[in-house]
């Protein structure tokens, strides 16, 4: 089985590659999250699956806030990254953050990521 690690292949670094993917296939909506998909471009790993991140500040304004979403989100791509279809995701914060604590907060966003992540791998496409 392959380690479950979140290398920097894994990741999107370019603005061009959130663009693509930014412009591609609405896959999920949920509460907190939207995630979108193009298809993987050829490159040094072809066929795998990468993770991009938009939480704007406008929905969430603290850094704390910014910062454990993101956490939450690596985390849940990390565990299942190997299951997914190859592409290019990216995980955008479409609303506003509610009055939460922290604890809750990241507990709320981790059950819709997981939701969101294991849909796609039981139906790639």
Known sequence: MPRST????????RPSEFAAALKGRRLA???FFMITS???PAGPQ???ARLGMVIAKRHAA???TRNALKRVIREAFRARRHGLPPADYVVRL???VPDL???ALKHAARTEVDAHFGRLVRAPS
């Open 29 to 31: 909506r949920g509460a």
């Open 38 to 40: 193009a298809a993987a």
């Open 94 to 96: 479409h609303a506003r």
């Open 101 to 103: 604590s922290l604890t």
């Open 46 to 48: 072809p066929g795998r």
């Open 62 to 64: 603290r850094a704390a």
């Open 6 to 13: 979140l290398p920097p292949e894994a990741r999107m670094h």
